[in-house]
């Protein structure tokens, strides 16, 4: 995943792009330091549907607490079979880059892997839905989507799903597509949508004031966790996504008991190109 073309959302935070934004009134007062300072996403669960983690690498902290495999069975009522693997494993490297963006924001946050993607990064989105349904089922406080679909067979089962998880106060944070097109469930009003920009700040983030899109983060040329313990410098919308999923793990860390649109209210406030109307830590 190495030299991929810069993706097209990235556009939208390029430095020619980016807007001043203006929070007033109580939203105004919203400083970082009052949204995550001294936080460290202790006692928040994160759930990473993906390739799986390697749950050993340095990078992850000893933080993977549960290993889920999804796999596709016709013959089943959900069209999946989910066991629990004793063994973590990453087929693909793709899930523990994220795992570990998240790690070095949040690292008290616990991980849960979802696993839903074979070893080319292919699956089929009733692996995608059973994965998200096992989080949404499961208690999860943030759960990290750097993958999706683009098929509008899928659109209402997916929305269902993510009504699902907002009214049960899991934040859903996910990674558009790296090439233009439709890409479920990032574009519903009720997930934080997430695309790369070129800063390497993992507190650099940008609010979108000309949605879908609403979000950008550092995702283009970044250092990552990768198979085997190791590292590699990789482009593309799906590590843009864990830096917000890692902010968004620090704010329910300090502040249980927001909501999801709270939540993203508070992104909006603390976004980089938002000028605040109090000092902002």
Not at 223 to 237: C, D, K, P
Request: aromatic fraction near 10%; glycine fraction near 8%; proline fraction near 6%.
């Amino acid at each position: 995943m190495t030299n991929e073309l810069r993706p097209a959302w990235s556009n939208q935070f390029a430095a020619d792009a980016l807007r001043e934004l203006v929070a007033v009134g109580p939203i105004g007062r919203i400083t970082r330091e009052w949204a995550w300072g001294s936080s460290t996403g202790k006692g928040v669960r994160v759930a990473i549907i993906d390739s799986g983690i390697e749950g050993d690498h340095p990078a992850v902290g000893g933080m993977l607490r549960s290993s889920i495999v999804v796999e596709y069975d016709p013959k089943s009522k959900t069209q999946v079979r989910i066991t629990e693997e004793p063994h973590a494993r990453d087929l693909f490297g793709h899930g523990t880059a994220c795992a570990g963006i998240i790690h070095t924001l949040a690292p008290d946050a616990e991980f849960y892997s979802v696993r839903v993607l074979g070893r080319d990064l292919s699956g089929k989105a009733m692996q995608f839905a059973g994965g998200l349904r096992w989080a949404i089922e499961n208690g999860m406080h943030v759960v990290n989507l750097s993958l999706s679909t683009g098929k509008p067979d899928y659109f209402a089962l997916f929305h269902e799903l993510a009504d699902a998880a907002y009214f049960k106060n899991i934040v859903l944070v996910s990674a558009v597509n790296n090439i233009p097109g439709p890409s479920y469930p990032s574009l519903y009003s009720s997930v934080v949508s997430v695309a790369a920009h070129t800063s390497q700040d993992p507190f650099t983030f940008y609010y979108n004031p000309a949605p879908p899109v609403e979000f950008g983060a550092p995702g283009i040329d970044v250092t990552v966790a990768w198979l085997n313990g190791g590292r590699m410098t990789s482009t593309g919308n799906s590590f843009a996504a864990p830096h917000i999923a890692g902010i968004v793990a620090l704010i329910r860390s300090k502040h249980p008991e927001l909501t999801p649109f709270q939540i993203k209210t508070v992104l909006f406030a603390c976004a980089s190109n938002v000028k605040n109307s109090s000092v902002v830590a």
